[in-house]
DNA sequence: TAGTGGTCTAGACCACGGT
DNA sequence: CCGTGGTCTAGACCACTAA
């Protein structure tokens, strides 16, 4: 269990900071050598900060310490830049696509449409303090967004919505799974395919009850923390509740 | 990529049918001599067939093909049993070890109380389908629950903290993170060191408001699905909420 | 006891990133 | 262009599981 030791050296320098935040560790062949051990054992050690969230990849440049994850609230987090800034992080935008397309399987499953039915989808890349964390794609209903890429959607759709459809998000049905990224997803976070990730589907509804759109998020799993609070209900609505998203 | 070429093909055996859900999968060096490939790439290909949800392994045991994963909502996951046979799994539920201790300065922290002060620590191991998930141990402050450990508390302490104290759960503040198996934990679980895990901590209140107890669990990534439904406030409210928990 | 997975060695070549 | 990480080879020994 070698590697458990190199782990948790690696560890250790990170937390007394010698290995500060966002610096890069030194290659892998020094680090090898160092620990007087061959790539392949290092880089199970490696891997293993990897899937705590110490340590990240950026694929071909090499190993980075990671920043303290985002606090996200299903609750709340209908703009990201408002949840970045509200914990002293520097939020950024990029919108790598938007188009009308037809729905696939899974999208018209979702919002209840057909592979028929045309679908806003809108890509973005969202970085914390320059780092790239997540891949969002939102998949809109053009019945409620007429002409909806000729405004800014880049930043906050939410803030589109409301003041030019007047459309409000009330309510969220989401869904949490762990898996990893993988082709355009893995590149646009500058991430190794098959990096830990954080899945996160989200539908969501207007203050009428309306299906607006939903979207689909891939994050580095280490940037962020799920954190909610939530108010028990008795449990014979726990059935009819889970039927209808599943 | 010969190992994505690998990963694909057990993939599909997995989705025809050909390896059957909780099958174990051909010894590493057979499934290595038929992809014509070493041990290393292949185990390559199975790590990522893992981080997908896919497979997973068994400590010294194989690897296997893993079931669909539970659904849990934190709006109504109070009982594990019942939670499961809703959704036709079958639950089981060990009790690991139940004591009274000194809190340490985690549990402190998350509980508002000292290093000094008293606390029951249950720790159970939960299985579906007799595989084991999940293990959770629970901080009770024993001020609200004298003289617990003389109850039933390997099954809902849900239903002993109603039944004999008169409390009920009326909300929990949840995080959820994700990490990787060990020690102990990872034992249990009959799980690899290592292993990728989903976080799964909450603070529980009862309907005075007062905070009673809180649960860290530590499940197998590939078993759990948080879904739930959010009623979202105003986002004003957001930072306040945070900072508490934080 | 035989076979398995867990761990490790000591290399190699390639494509890409940064200089 | 050099150094890096990504990928791969061809083994090895050990502790443990399952028979």
Redesign the interface.
């Known amino acids: 269990m070698q590697y ?1 030791k190199i782990k948790d050296a690696i560890n250790q320098q990170i937390n007394t900071g010698i290995l500060q935040i966002g610096h890069k560790l030194p290659a892998e062949r020094k680090l090898a050598e160092s620990f007087n051990t061959t790539r ?1 054992t290092l880089r199970e050690a490696l ?2 900060l990897e ?3 110490k340590i990240y990849r950026e694929d071909r440049r090499g190993w980075f310490v990671s920043p303290p ?1 985002l ?1 996200y ?4 987090t ?2 990201f830049a ?2 970045a800034i ?2 002293d992080r520097k939020p950024h935008s990029v919108l790598l696509s938007a188009q009308l397309i037809h729905a696939n399987q899974h999208i018209a499953t979702l919002l209840n449409i057909t592979t028929n039915d045309s679908v806003y989808r809108i890509e973005r890349l969202r970085s914390l303090d320059s780092r790239p964390v997540v891949v969002v794609t939102n998949y809109i209903l053009p019945e409620f967004f007429p002409d909806l890429l000729k405004h800014d959607i880049t930043h906050s759709l939410t803030v589109t919505y409301r003041e030019h459809y007047q459309r409000i ?12 990224l993988n082709g355009n997803t893995a590149s646009a976070l500058r991430a190794t ?2 990096s ?1 990730a ?1 899945f996160v589907e989200r539908l969501n509804y207007d203050q009428h009850d309306n299906l607006i759109d939903c979207d689909l998020e891939y994050w580095r ?2 940037a ?10 008795s ?1 014979c ?3 009819t ?2 039927k209808k ?2």
Chains 1, 2 share one sequence.
């Open positions: 458990l392949i891997a293993l899937s705590e969230g994850a606090i609230d299903p609750n709340y209908t703009e408002a949840m509200a914990q998000y009330t309510k969220t049905r989401f869904r949490i799974s762990t898996t990893s395919a098959g830990p954080m799993h280490d962020i923390r799920i954190e909610s609070l939530a108010t028990l209900s449990a609505l726990h059935k509740t889970q998203m599943s």
